[in-house]
């Protein structure tokens, strides 16, 4: 598979502020990369580096091997779907669309031919002749992905597109997102900080913090094997229990089971991606869904502790349990007719823990 974007050791300093602290990442060609992570991690500033809108303080830049890091923005072939759509008021759709074009240089025929293409894209065929006034907000999403389309860039980043949206229509754009990606076969780098999208959208995922990049990996194994603990609290709801390692031993060759003392509470098994001296202070991460409400004297409950809270959330019910060292934990459970347990507040309750769903993190 071959490179459309490698990254080599960047940099971008604001005066005293470090924006990227020595990025390198490569995405493949036809691939949907996400850029994750909390505002200030420098997602947008790598986003607008690769754009061309942001000069570089040290390291460097290549799309399909060609060193892009010092090129003018209008010289990369390069398209950017903003998180303000910026159309044109006083155009129609169509030529909002056209307009990449016609500053190419493109034929009049080509350019029809491609404008006609692209409405039937983004299903707006019937709006052609309308203003951007005239569109809901989703519409005017996707005329501003067709117009970036439009002109065949061999890269589209997109920066936070869907914030603007409500939930539904953004849940639903997600998925015309992806499957335009997948039609057109363009690269594209999408930024945001919602984790969910990030889960739902992307080939593999580059979560950032503090102008680094933490860990990339497609959704799977940056959700069910974090490298850190910022990854693994950043990513969905997790549990973190301090607990001191007792013995470590390789289940496969690329992971380890990693034997933990929860002070004052239990003794639990984790997984981890490399072998731990015992006496190693770290965390033991659960997420609530791996864990199970039981009665107290059920013979699988691992930890023990008493109901404090319960949210109802549609499809699942969170339980808050405050165990018996004072810790809380969450337990989410599905709302189905095969829950074993239904949990009052204040009642004495059992936790049972899928095998091997916990994993060890250092400090």
Do not use: W
């Not at 200030?40 to 830049?61: D, Q």
């Not at 159309?87 to 404008?115: W, Y």
């Not at 060292?325 to 309750?349: D, M, P």
Request: glycine share 6%; with cysteine.
């Amino acid at each position: 598979m071959s490179i459309a974007v490698a990254v080599d050791q960047l940099s971008k300093h604001y005066a005293d502020v470090i924006a990227l602290n020595n990025v390198s990442l490569s995405i493949n060609d036809q691939e949907f990369f996400t850029l994750l992570g909390p505002s200030g991690c420098g997602k947008t500033t790598l986003l607008r580096v690769i754009a061309g809108f942001e000069s570089v303080s040290s390291g460097s830049v290549h799309l399909h091997g060609k060193p892009i890091a010092n090129l003018p923005a209008n010289k990369r072939s390069v398209n950017t779907v903003f998180q303000h759509y910026s159309l044109f008021p006083h155009m129609s759709v169509a030529d909002n669309i056209k307009f990449g074009m016609q500053m190419k240089g493109s034929t009049a025929s080509h350019i029809e031919s491609r404008c006609k293409q692209m409405l039937e894209l983004v299903q707006l065929g019937e709006f052609a002749n309308r203003k951007p006034a005239q569109l809901s907000g989703g519409q005017q999403q996707r005329v501003a992905l067709a117009r970036a389309l439009a002109p065949e860039p061999e890269l589209l980043l997109l920066d936070e597109p869907l914030s603007a949206l409500d939930l539904k229509l953004r849940q639903a754009m997600r998925l015309e997102l992806k499957q335009i990606q997948q039609e057109t076969g363009i690269t594209f780098i999408f930024v945001t900080h919602d984790q969910e999208e990030a889960l739902t959208m992307s080939d593999r995922i580059a979560v950032m913090s503090n102008g680094e990049v933490q860990q990339i990996g497609d959704a799977h194994t940056i959700y069910e094997q974090p490298r850190n603990r910022f990854v693994a609290d950043f990513i969905g709801e997790i549990n973190m229990l301090d607990c001191e390692v007792l013995s470590s031993s390789a289940s496969t060759d690329t992971q380890y089971t990693v034997a933990c003392d929860i002070t004052g509470l239990a003794q639990l098994t984790a997984n981890a991606d490399q072998s731990v001296t015992p006496g190693t202070q770290g965390s033991l991460c659960i997420r609530p869904e791996r864990l199970q409400l039981l009665a107290a004297d059920h013979p699988d409950a691992k930890l023990l502790g008493t109901v404090d809270q319960l949210v109802y959330l549609g499809t699942d019910t969170q339980t808050t349990v405050v165990l018996n060292n004072g810790i809380k934990l969450l337990v989410r459970s599905s709302n189905n007719a095969t829950q074993h347990i239904v949990a009052q507040s204040g009642e004495k309750i059992g936790i049972g823990i899928d095998t091997m769903a916990a994993r060890f993190l250092d400090n």
